[in-house]
């Protein structure tokens, strides 16, 4: 399964839920869906979106693990 | 949007239209039943117009269980609720209870042959909506995923 480490990068970055989802035009509540590993597909975009406002790669947010 | 409400308006007033003659039909239960016993059905068993009156009234309790769910239905499409789960099971009752009123009708055929027509109806029925019933769980599940999109 997909792991979705955006905390982690946000805890580097000291960036707070709010100030993210703000740079990257998401809401709060699919910021957490995301952050729970609860959503189901990530846009490309986003992605672009979330690498800029943090400044990473989109290996540094998303980690393959056997189920 | 506004001609889809008029529909959905028109398709409430009619299932409430319904469930008044089955009512009305239940009211008048027992004439009707001696008249499908006596002059459609040419039986003139007390013991097979027992059970032809009991067929009957089951198959009313069916009906109200099928109208029910169809104005519960519509009132969740009335309120923009129509890709929810909640659907899905109103749909699965509405099936299976045509399946029971199938059953039903069945045993009825054994007295008034006629009612074996009825029962290839709710079978019909039945497929109709169960097939329907697949499309919109199909539907929210595409729905469910979409929104779980980021």
């Given at each position: 399964?997909?792991i ?55 290996g ?8 | ?8 308006r ?5 299932t409430?239209l ?22 459609w ?47 899905l ?6 099936a ?5 009123v ?42 469910e995923?979409l929104d779980?999109?980021?």
């Amino acid at each position: 399964m997909i792991i979705v480490n955006i905390d982690v990068m946000m805890a580097k970055r000291k960036i707070s839920s709010g100030e993210l989802a703000q740079k990257i035009g998401i809401t709060p509540a699919n910021l957490s869906i995301l952050k729970n590993q609860k959503a189901k597909a990530v846009r490309f975009s986003t992605l672009n979106d979330i690498c800029k406002a943090l400044d990473c790669q989109p290996g540094d947010i998303l980690e393959y693990k056997e189920d | 949007m506004k001609y889809q409400n008029v529909i959905i308006r028109w398709s409430k007033i009619a299932t409430l239209l319904f469930v008044a003659m089955v009512l009305v039909g239940d009211i008048f239960g027992i004439p009707i039943t001696q008249y499908i016993c006596y002059i459609w059905a040419e039986v003139f068993d007390p013991a097979k117009f027992a059970a032809l009156a009991v067929v009957y009234y089951l198959g009313t309790v069916g009906t109200y269980v099928i109208l029910f769910s169809l104005l519960k239905l519509l009132i969740n499409m009335g309120k923009d609720v129509v890709f929810d789960r909640c659907n899905l099971k109103l749909m699965n009752i509405i099936a299976y209870t045509f399946v029971a009123v199938a059953i039903d009708c069945i045993v009825g055929g054994f007295i008034w042959s006629g009612s074996f027509i009825l029962a290839i109806l709710a079978l019909f029925l039945a497929l109709v909506v169960q097939s329907v019933r697949v499309v919109f769980d199909k539907a929210i599940t595409m729905k469910e995923e979409l929104d779980l999109t980021i």
